[in-house]
């Protein structure tokens, strides 16, 4: 969601005339499009008894109902972890044997832990920081927003991917709203992208 958008969202979600579209989200009643105007919109209407915090509560709402199930969040689960083992054996191609027996040959648990955790965190900060999904939320078109329907930031982000460390906090989004500890405490959801 870029900026413009995200301006006009704040008067459409409490405009008279909003109405929600599972595909768009939030579009205009009168055009049955998303919002696209720059300062103010000549079909504004405030509804009555809504305010700006209404508004906000309301893309909350939106959010809730485009997130995805506990299925999708699960095959989720076990291809990333893939494609970060892949990444790693990838990268061991290009080292040549001599100067990779040697430093496995260094290493002790702990640090082939560090190794392994610090290839899943960096695979996870980068791909949700720049991208906003992950490979397997490419392939289920899914992605990664805050609570506004928005791109984290960096700092959610990170949270988000440090909570995973959070032993068994893959099974955390078998609960009723499939959202995890990971997203609760970083203040994120995973929810579809009708956009790709």
């Known amino acids: 969601m870029n900026i413009n958008t995200e301006y006009c969202l704040k ?11 599972f595909q768009q989200g939030i579009v205009c009643g009168l055009t049955d499009k998303k919002p696209n105007f720059h300062e103010t919109c000549d079909h504004f209407v405030k509804a009555e008894h809504k305010t700006e915090k209404d508004g906000q509560k309301y893309l909350k709402n939106v959010v809730k109902s485009q997130m995805v199930g506990a299925s999708t969040r699960f095959v989720h689960s076990f291809i990333d972890p893939i494609v970060v083992g892949m990444l790693i ?3 061991l191609q290009f080292i040549p044997n001599s100067i990779a027996n040697a430093l496995f040959n260094q ?21 949700e920081g720049f ?13 990664v927003v805050d609570m506004e329907g928005n791109h984290p930031g960096w700092s959610k982000i990170i949270i988000r991917s440090l909570c995973r460390l959070i032993p068994f906090n893959a099974l955390s989004f078998l609960g009723s709203d499939a ?8 203040g ?3 929810v579809h992208d009708y956009e790709n």
């Open 89 to 91: 054996t990838g990268i």
């Open 107 to 127: 290493l002790n648990i702990i640090d082939l832990y560090l190794l392994i955790y610090g290839a899943i965190l960096g695979y996870y900060i980068l791909m």
């Open 131 to 143: 991208l906003g999904k992950t490979v397997a939320k490419a392939l289920s078109k899914t992605k």
């Open 179 to 186: 959202s995890g500890w990971h997203n609760k405490i970083s």
């Open 188 to 190: 994120t959801r995973v």
């Open 11 to 21: 008067y459409c979600s409490i405009c008279h005339h909003q109405k929600i579209d």
